[in-house]
C-alpha cells in the first residue's frame, strides 16, 4: 500500500500546475505553470468573483469567464517563454477556452515552441482576422491566413474576410473547418481536392461564390448548410453523391448537376424556395426523402434515363411550369407535360402550364377535377379511349379551347367539364359512343332524345327535332348565345326549377318556334311571350332588321343557322363565311 501511495503521490507532483496569484497575469497573459516539466500553457484570463452563483470555480477559488473577453484584446503575442518566480517555462500549449469570449482579438501571433491546442481555444473570438506562427515552428504553419497541421487545415480564423484560397497542399476540406465563417465571400479551391467532408462551410453567411474541384468526388452532408448568400453552384462530373441537408437553407436560384451524378440525399436542397433551375441528369438513380420539398420556384423538370428511386415528399411543394421524362425511364412517362407512372396509370406530378394540344392517355385510372382549367392557351384536347368519366371542371375557363375529341368509352361527362370555354362550339364524340352524341353545340343523350350540354361557344342553336326533353340550366354559360330555335310545335320537357335560359342575363338572345307555338313554349318555359319570336325567320330582313343580303333563304349546317344567297353564305348577323 505504502508503495502505491508514493507511486500516486509522484504522479501527482510530476503534473501539478497552479494558476497565477494575481488577476494580472504575466505581461497580460495568464497562464498555467508546471513545475516538473518547466512548461507553460496559455489558459483563459482569471478573475476574482466573490459571487459564486455567477462565477466558475476553479482551482478552489471563483473566476469569471466573461473577464476574457475584456482581457484579451487588439493584436496578442504569446512569448516562446515565460520566468516566473525565479523559473523559466517554455510556453507550448494554449488550453483549452483559452480565448474564450475574447470578441476584441483581432490578431494572435503564436511562438515556434507552441506544440498543442487545447478544445475551444478560439470560442467566441468572432473577430480574429489573422493567426500568424514562427516559421521554426516544427508541427503548424500559415498559408493563405489558414492554420495548417502538416497538409491539413487545422483552423481559419473566425474573422478572416473576403477572398480565401486554400493552399495547394491540401487535399481535404475538413468537418466544420469553415463553419460559421461569417465574412467569407469566395472560396478559391484547387484541383487536387478530394474531399469536403460534412459541414465544411456550414453557416458561411456571406459565401456568394466558390468553385467545387472536378476531383471531388462527394459533396458530404450540410456542407453548404445555411449559406445564406450561395446563389449558384456548378457540381462537376466526378461528384458521384450529394449528402443529408448538403444545401437546406442556401439561397441557391441554380445548380448545375454534372453526368456522373447518382445519387441525392435526403433534405438535399429541402425547402429552397428560391432555387428555379436545376438539372437532373441522366446518371441519377435515386432522390432522398424531402431532397427537394418545399422548392416551389422550380420551373422545370427533367427525370433522366436511369432515375430508379424517389424518397417519401422528395418533390412535394413543387409544381413546374413544365417536365419532360427520358423515354427509357423505367419508372415514369411523360405525356402533355403531365408525368405518369410508367403504365400511365396513376398521375404523379402535373405542370404550371401545358402545350397547345393535349392528350390524356386511356390507361389513367382517374382525371382529377379541374386537371386543365384555366390553361388559355390549349386549343384542342384528345381524350384517349379507355376514359369513362369527364369529371367536374376538367376544361373550364379555357378560353382557347375549340376543338376537342371524346372516345366511345366516355360515359359520363360533367355538367361543368366546360363552364366558361366560350370559344368551343362544337366537340367530336366518336360515332360509337353509347351515352353521348354531338349536333352542333349540342351534347345530347338517350339516343338523341335529352340535351345534356350546350357548349358555352354557342352563338346559334337549331334543337333537332328528335329532343324531347332537356334540363332548365343547359344553356346558363351561354353568353354568346343570340338565336335558339326549336322545330317541334310540342316543347321539350322542362326538367330543372331553374329559370330557362335565366332570360334576364341574356336578354340578346333571341327563341324562335314554329308558328302557333308561342304560347306553348312560353308557357312550358316560364318566359314572357315578348321573348318569343313566331317561327323561325325565313331571310336576313326579318332575322335582323338589315338589307346587306337580299332574296336570301335560311338553311341548317352543322346545327347552325346559315343564310344563303346564291354561292355565298352568311351567318345570322349578315357575316360573310368564307
Known amino acids: 500500500m505504502r508503495a502505491v501511495l508514493l507511486a500516486l503521490f509522484t504522479t501527482l507532483m510530476a503534473i501539478h500546475t497552479f494558476a497565477q496569484p494575481n488577476k494580472d497575469g504575466i505581461d497580460g497573459i495568464y497562464y498555467n505553470l508546471n513545475i516538473s516539466s518547466l512548461t507553460a500553457e496559455v489558459t483563459f484570463c482569471h478573475f476574482y468573483d466573490d459571487d459564486a452563483e455567477n462565477s466558475y470555480l476553479y482551482d478552489g477559488a471563483y473566476w469569471d469567464y466573461a473577464y476574457s473577453q475584456y482581457k484579451y484584446r487588439g493584436e496578442l503575442t504569446i512569448p516562446e517563454s515565460v520566468t516566473y518566480d525565479g523559473k523559466t517555462y517554455k510556453v507550448t500549449a494554449l488550453g483549452s477556452n483559452s480565448m474564450y469570449g475574447c470578441n476584441g482579438l483581432i490578431k494572435l501571433n503564436l511562438p515556434a515552441t507552441l506544440a498543442t491546442f487545447g478544445d475551444g481555444w478560439t470560442t467566441g473570438c468572432s473577430l480574429l482576422q489573422a493567426v500568424t506562427i514562427d516559421a521554426n515552428n516544427p508541427t503548424y504553419r500559415v498559408e ?12 481559419v ?5 473576403g477572398t480565401v484560397t486554400v493552399p495547394e497542399c491540401v487535399k481535404s476540406i475538413s468537418n466544420e473547418v469553415f463553419g460559421n465563417h461569417k465574412s467569407i465571400s469566395k472560396i478559391v479551391l484547387h484541383n487536387g481536392i478530394t474531399s469536403i467532408l460534412e459541414g465544411a462551410f456550414n453557416g458561411c453567411s456571406a459565401l456568394s461564390e466558390i468553385n467545387i474541384p472536378t476531383s471531388v468526388t462527394a ?14 453552384i456548378i457540381i462537376p462530373s466526378n461528384v458521384k453523391s450529394i449528402g443529408v441537408h448538403a444545401f437546406t437553407g442556401s439561397a441557391l436560384e441554380a445548380v448545375t448537376l454534372s453526368e456522373g451524378l447518382t445519387t441525392i440525399g435526403n433534405y438535399a436542397f429541402y425547402n429552397i424556395t428560391s432555387l428555379e433551375s ?73 405542370p404550371k402550364s401545358f402545350p397547345d394540344e393535349v392528350t390524356i392517355p386511356g390507361t389513367l385510372n382517374e382525371i382529377p377535377e379541374g386537371l386543365f382549367s384555366w390553361h388559355n392557351n390549349i386549343t384542342t384536347a384528345t381524350i384517349e379511349e379507355g376514359i369513362k368519366e369527364i369529371p367536374d371542371d376538367m376544361f373550364t375557363n379555357c378560353q ?22 366560350m370559344a368551343l362550339e362544337s366537340v367530336n364524340i366518336s360515332s360509337d359512343n353509347a351515352t353521348y352524341s354531338c349536333v352542333g353545340p349540342l351534347i345530347l343523350t338517350d339516343n338523341g332524345t335529352k340535351i345534356d350540354l350546350c ?22 354559360v351561354c353568353e354568346n348565345l343570340r338565336s335558339l330555335t326549336f322545330q317541334t310545335d310540342t316543347p321539350p320537357a322542362f326538367e330543372e326549377t331553374l329559370d330557362f335560359l335565366e332570360l334576364g342575363e341574356n336578354d340578346k338572345c333571341t327563341i324562335y318556334v314554329p308558328k302557333g307555338a308561342e304560347n306553348a313554349y312560353a308557357s312550358a318555359f316560364g318566359l314572357d311571350i315578348s321573348s318569343i319570336k313566331s317561327s323561325s325567320p325565313t331571310s336576313i330582313e326579318e332575322a335582323t332588321g338589315h338589307s346587306k343580303v337580299r332574296n336570301s333563304r335560311l338553311i341548317s349546317e352543322k346545327g347552325k343557322i346559315i343564310i344563303q344567297k346564291e354561292g355565298d353564305k352568311y351567318s345570322l348577323y349578315g357575316t360573310k363565311i368564307m
Open 157 to 161: 480564423p473566425m474573422g478572416i474576410a
Open 144 to 155: 493563405n491566413g489558414i492554420v495548417l497541421k502538416g497538409n491539413d487545415i487545422y483552423y
Open 400 to 421: 382557347g379551347l375549340t376543338t376537342v375529341n371524346i372516345p366511345a368509352s366516355v360515359e359520363s361527362i360533367s355538367w361543368t367539364a366546360f363552364d366558361w370555354c
Open 278 to 350: 436545376i438539372n437532373l441528369p441522366n446518371s441519377l438513380t435515386s432522390i432522398g426523402n424531402n431532397a427537394f420539398k418545399g422548392c416551389s420556384g422550380i420551373k422545370a423538370l427533367h427525370f433522366g434515363k436511369n432515375l430508379k428511386s424517389i424518397g417519401e415528399n422528395a418533390l412535394e411543394g413543387i409544381n413546374a411550369d413544365s417536365y419532360t421524362v427520358h423515354e427509357e425511364n423505367t419508372l415514369y412517362s411523360c405525356v402533355s407535360g403531365i408525368v405518369y407512372n410508367k403504365a400511365k396509370s396513376e398521375l404523379a406530378f402535373i
Open 219 to 232: 459533396i458530404e452532408g450540410r456542407t453548404f448548410y445555411n449559406c445564406t448568400s450561395l446563389k449558384t
Open 455 to 476: 357548349l358555352p361557344g354557342a352563338a346559334e342553336v337549331v334543337v333537332p327535332t328528335t329532343v324531347t326533353s332537356l334540363y332548365g340550366d343547359v344553356f346558363i
